[in-house]
Nanobody, 126 residues
Framework: VQLQASGGGLVQAGGSLRVSCAASLVIFSSYGMAWFRQAPGKEREFVAAISRNGGNTDYADSVKGRFTISRDNDKKMLYLQMSGLKPEDTAVYYC????????????????????WGQGTLVTVSS
């Protein structure tokens, strides 16, 4: 299983950026997916999660209304659209996956996920 995150970069405060995650999962639609982030010197934290079919989503309070998680099961892709970026959003963003049954709740903890991508760096300048 491989998760490849991409799309990070440098953006000014108030700007937008979309990060992507390509999955090599055989049956991508059987996996709950999420984004986490880790800022320098801080713990990795939950950002957003999405159910197998994309019908349910959950967000950290710090990004609600600014970030949108989505997925394309045909392309085996996960996305995080970020807008209204703030310097405190600067972090390495990681995608994560866990095979779940269709009724499983969305996971918001690191331990909820079995597979992780390598991360992509997002830097927001003030």
């Amino acid at each position: 299983v491989q998760l490849q995150a991409s799309g990070g970069g440098l953006v000014q405060a108030g700007g937008s950026l979309r990060v992507s995650c390509a999955a090599s999962l055989v049956i991508f639609s059987s996996y709950g997916m999420a984004w986490f982030r880790q800022a320098p010197g801080k713990e990795r934290e939950f950002v957003a999660a999405i159910s197998r079919n994309g019908g349910n989503t959950d967000y950290a309070d710090s990004v609600k209304g600014r970030f949108t998680i989505s997925r394309d099961n045909d392309k085996k892709m996960l996305y995080l659209q970020m807008s209204g970026l703030k310097p405190e959003d600067t972090a390495v963003y990681y995608c994560a996956a866990k095979r779940v049954i269709i009724t499983a709740p969305l996971g918001t903890r690191r331990d909820d996920y079995d597979y992780w991508g390598q991360g992509t760096l997002v830097t927001v300048s003030s």
